[in-house]
């Protein structure tokens, strides 16, 4: 069912839709202006990049997020750089493209669009990659995103259950789709590669954003999200950006809490959860887009493994670095006494369990025993 949106919110979308293109054009242009009146100045023109790794940057419990900080790389024009120089160029110039044509290109898309570029292609789609990757760097100090420069993933987001109406308008008709998560029988909704334009219907009390699809499925099938008043969503591992966009616009807009449901192991706990809540290192110059600050850590935990008596298997030598890195270089977990607990049980207990793990007591534990058990303490999960 559809229904007219009124002039007003559409007038509203379309103004902040043109100030945001109007700003990613400006941004571009005057980046490439500095670089033309270098060279008029018979200069090295040169670009700085913010450095993006967790040596560069810090962790403020007031903001929520991982944030970059000031170290910067340069690329100078040189013969040796020239090719590099080259590609960044011509990528900034198909983005002012894209948004003065109101279009889009995937990472793949640009990869086969530089074909057209002579010297300047890219001989494999991770150079294309990086660069895209380098120029949203450069122009996260001007607040403007890899989705505002029009640049979009190939894989779609998350999925979607329970009790939410999505609402989702056509700018140019003026309707406004409204799709109902509760009825997509054993489906459910996919979360679209752009979020910002979406709003949200809710009356349920908390978001529950689960690291596999085996578990959603289980949850979703059983209509979980109904007997307990909540909206599932399906992460699929790390979430992508616009699953996590989407978590953080619906937590805000309904003020509900958002519980994460992963693995227990280092890669769930410091790259899946971790990524979720404050951003990661690589991408500490968008964190504060696309982190949820508010949600915390429902399990499964080390402590579960105990009380719980769950099946493990041992960490292996990947689990036990990625595990001291978070304790010594992670900014997130060395500021939360919690978690530094947390993860040395885990060393120390030398193991690992997975969510499935607790359909060793039933296929269906987890919904009559396990979350039901875990909810009725929110404030005791993990930060």
């Not at 109007?22 to 270098?38: M, P």
């Not at 040395?344 to 499935?356: D, F, P």
Request: hydrophobic share 35%; proline share 4%.
């Amino acid at each position: 069912m559809t229904k007219k949106i009124t002039r007003a919110y559409l007038d509203k979308v379309r103004r902040e839709n043109a100030k945001k293109d109007k700003k990613t054009i400006s941004s571009i242009e005057n980046a490439a202006d500095d670089i033309y009146k270098k060279i008029q100045r018979r200069g090295k023109p040169l670009m700085r990049f913010p450095v993006r790794s967790l040596s560069n940057v810090s962790y403020d419990k007031r903001k929520g997020y991982l944030e970059i900080g000031r170290a910067r790389k340069e690329r100078t024009l040189t013969v040796n750089t020239v090719k590099g120089f080259a590609q960044t160029l011509r990528m900034m110039g198909l983005s002012r493209e894209l948004v003065i044509n109101n279009d889009f290109a995937t990472k793949r898309d640009v990869y086969y669009q530089s074909k057209n570029w002579e010297e300047a292609k890219f001989d494999d789609q991770t150079e294309s990659d990086t660069v895209m990757d380098d120029i949203e760097a450069l122009f996260s100090v001007d607040d403007v995103s890899r989705e505002q420069l029009r640049f979009v993933p190939d894989e779609h987001g998350g999925a979607v259950a329970g009790d939410l109406v999505v609402l989702d308008p056509d700018l140019e008709s003026g309707e406004i789709e409204r799709i109902d998560c509760t009825r997509f029988g054993s489906g459910a909704y996919s979360i679209p590669t752009s979020v910002e334009h979406l709003s949200f219907e809710t009356g349920a009390k908390f978001i529950l954003a689960i690291e596999t699809g085996g578990v959603f499925q289980r949850l979703q099938s059983h209509k979980f999200w109904k007997t307990s008043n909540c909206i599932l969503i399906n992460m699929a591992g790390v979430p992508t950006r616009s699953t996590r966009r989407f978590i953080r616009r619906l937590s805000e807009q309904a003020k509900i809490p958002v519980y994460a449901f992963v693995d227990c192991d280092p890669y769930g706990i410091s790259n899946i959860y971790r990524t979720l809540k404050v951003g990661s290192g690589n991408a500490a110059h968008i964190n504060r887009f696309f982190c949820v600050p508010n949600a915390t850590y429902l399990g499964v935990t080390p402590q579960d493994i105990i009380d719980y008596e769950l099946p493990t298997h041992p960490l292996k030598d990947v689990d036990i670095k990625r595990a001291k890195d978070a304790l010594k270089n992670d900014p997130f977990f060395k500021s939360k006494k919690q978690w530094k607990s947390a993860i040395e049980q885990l060393l120390s207990m030398g193991v690992r369990a997975e969510q499935q793990a607790l359909a060793m007591w039933g296929l269906n534990y987890v919904i009559e025993e396990y979350l039901p058990q875990k909810l009725k303490n929110p404030g005791k999960f993990l930060p």
